[in-house]
Each structure stands twice: as structure tokens, then as C-alpha cells.
């Protein structure tokens, strides 16, 4: 996923070099993290997205908030394959505002609304 900050340039504006996978104490592990001034992006990748994976992101998501509670945090998940559970994971996503990618190959992602 190392296209990942072309995206968060283009659509977010931000400069970012390399996002970084982090564990944050008394939430969890993100697969990518990057904060910039008073903005925190946090991304989860997944090959398959099913209900249970956005339901585990959510919540962390939740716990992240409470901790960086001063901080404005947009959260982002991509995936590349779909099941038959992934259009009710990316209805419960899009409920906590996070925004869904799906990953078509290189730089090639997809916004899914």
C-alpha cells in the first residue's frame, strides 16, 4: 500500500511521506498512522473485508477518540476483495464515517460510497 499517501495528497492534502504501522496502548495496532498537525489518519488494509473486520476497526477507532480526543481523526480502510458480507461491512463503516477504498492494483483506488 505504498501508493497510500499519493491518495491522502490528492484527496486530503497532506504531504505525507510514509504511513507507519503503530500499536497505540489501550487500542490496538493500525496498519497506518500519520499525524499532522491536529489531524490523525489511521488506515486498516484488509484483503477480504468482511463484517467482523469492520466491526473490530470501529471499535478501536472509538478507543482511538477517546485518547486523541484534542485531534481531528479520519480513518480509512482498504480492501481488494469482495465477499458476500462486505456490502453490509462498508454499510456499518460508512455509519462511524470511515472512508472505504477498494484497492484495484498500483495507484489505482477506488472511493466506495
Same mark, same amino acid.
Given at each position: 500500500?505504498?501508493?497510500?499517501?499519493?491518495?491522502?495528497?490528492? +484527496?486530503?492534502?497532506?504531504?505525507?511521506?510514509?504511513? %507507519? %504501522?503503530? !500499536?497505540?496502548?489501550?487500542?490496538?495496532?493500525?496498519?497506518?498512522?500519520?499525524?499532522?498537525?491536529?489531524?490523525? !489518519?489511521?488506515?486498516?488494509?484488509?484483503?477480504?473485508? +468482511?463484517? +467482523?473486520?469492520?466491526?473490530?476497526? !470501529?471499535? %478501536?477507532? $472509538? %478507543?482511538?477518540?477517546?485518547?486523541? $480526543?484534542?485531534? +481531528?481523526?479520519?480513518?480509512?480502510?482498504?480492501?481488494?476483495?469482495?465477499?458476500?458480507?462486505? $456490502?453490509? $461491512?462498508?454499510?456499518?463503516?460508512?455509519?462511524?464515517?470511515? !472512508?472505504?477504498?477498494?484497492?484495484?492494483?498500483?495507484?489505482?483506488?477506488?472511493?466506495?460510497?
Amino acid at each position: 500500500m505504498h501508493y497510500l499517501p499519493m491518495w491522502i495528497k490528492d +484527496r486530503l492534502g497532506f504531504n505525507v511521506d510514509k504511513l %507507519r %504501522r503503530i !500499536i497505540v496502548e489501550n487500542v490496538g495496532e493500525f496498519d497506518g498512522y500519520v499525524e499532522v498537525n491536529d489531524w490523525v !489518519i489511521v488506515v486498516e488494509v484488509k484483503a477480504t473485508l +468482511r463484517v +467482523r473486520d469492520a466491526n473490530d476497526f !470501529i471499535n %478501536r477507532l $472509538a %478507543r482511538l477518540k477517546v485518547i486523541k $480526543a484534542s485531534k +481531528r481523526i479520519t480513518a480509512v480502510l482498504v480492501y481488494v476483495n469482495d465477499v458476500k458480507e462486505t $456490502a453490509e $461491512a462498508i454499510k456499518m463503516l460508512k455509519t462511524y464515517d470511515v !472512508i472505504v477504498l477498494k484497492h484495484h492494483g498500483e495507484d489505482d483506488f477506488e472511493e466506495v460510497t
